[in-house]
T-cell receptor, first 116, second 113 residues
Framework: EAGVVQSPRYKIIEKKQPVAFWCNPISGHNTLYWYRQNLGQGPELLIRYENEEAVDDSQLPKDRFSAERLKGVDSTLKIQPAELGDSAVYLC??????????????FGPGTRLTVL | KQEVTQIPAALSVPEGENLVLNCSFTDSAIYNLQWFRQDPGKGLTSLLLIQSSQREQTSGRLNASLDKSSGRSTLYIAASQPGDSATYLCAVCGSSNTGKLIFGQGTTLQVKP
């Protein structure tokens, strides 16, 4: 079974430029998460999708961040414009939740973003 | 607000030692707790998941325990090997069933040959 796929693995951009990250979850996983991990810290949730619906985006800085999950499979996270403080690793995770049962989350390799 | 703390932040041991990593959380009303491993420049690999109704889980040389009442979990690694060197993260899923994980800052383990 293929794991969570993310691209690109690394991205270096200048501040004020736009950037986008792509995630393909594990097949059959209905729940998709985007986390941000700053250096030396644990990941923090940005947004959670149940199928196509964003059910928790309370931590997403909506002035510059946006996300979508068309057809309830792949997802894209965008930053426009990027700021120096956005430099971090952006992790995508997926799980197969059912009703009130929350299952194990599986993470992709992440995209390491550097904003100059 | 749930807070997760991992102590120590870093640990260095000789190969073959048994060791314990600690994780504490402030709100005992959790749904489950998950331990992850992260190698430098890599994503997170799930090691063990403990449901709130469970006291421990085992996988190979790893054993994780959960004491909800005291807000603590431990990850026990038996007969450590250099290949165990990595950062270990614990994460708590709150009882609201949102699936949102609250992570600790991790313990970076170095096992010396």
């Amino acid at each position: 079974e293929a794991g969570v796929v993310q691209s690109p693995r690394y991205k270096i951009i200048e501040k004020k430029q736009p950037v986008a990250f792509w995630c393909n979850p594990i097949s059959g996983h209905n729940t998709l998460y985007w986390y941000r991990q700053n250096l030396g810290q644990g990941p923090e949730l940005l947004i959670r999708y149940e199928n196509e619906e964003a059910v928790d985006d309370s931590q997403l800085p909506k002035d510059r961040f946006s996300a979508e999950r068309l057809k309830g499979v792949d997802s894209t996270l965008k930053i426009q414009p990027a700021e120096l403080g956005d430099s971090a690793v952006y992790l995508c995770a997926s799980s197969k939740n059912s009703g009130h049962s929350i299952f194990e989350q599986f993470f992709g390799p992440g995209t390491r973003l550097t904003v100059l | 607000k749930q807070e997760v703390t991992q102590i120590p932040a870093a640990l260095s041991v000789p190969e073959g030692e048994n060791l314990v990593l600690n994780c504490s959380f402030t709100d005992s009303a959790i749904y489950n707790l998950q331990w992850f491993r992260q190698d430098p420049g890599k994503g997170l690999t799930s090691l063990l998941l403990i449901q709130s109704s469970q006291r421990e889980q085992t996988s190979g040389r790893l054993n994780a325990s959960l004491d909800k009442s005291s807000g603590r979990s431990t990850l026990y690694i038996a007969a450590s090997q250099p290949g165990d060197s990595a950062t270990y993260l614990c994460a708590v899923c709150g009882s609201s069933n949102t699936g949102k994980l609250i992570f600790g800052q991790g313990t970076t383990l170095q096992v010396k040959p």
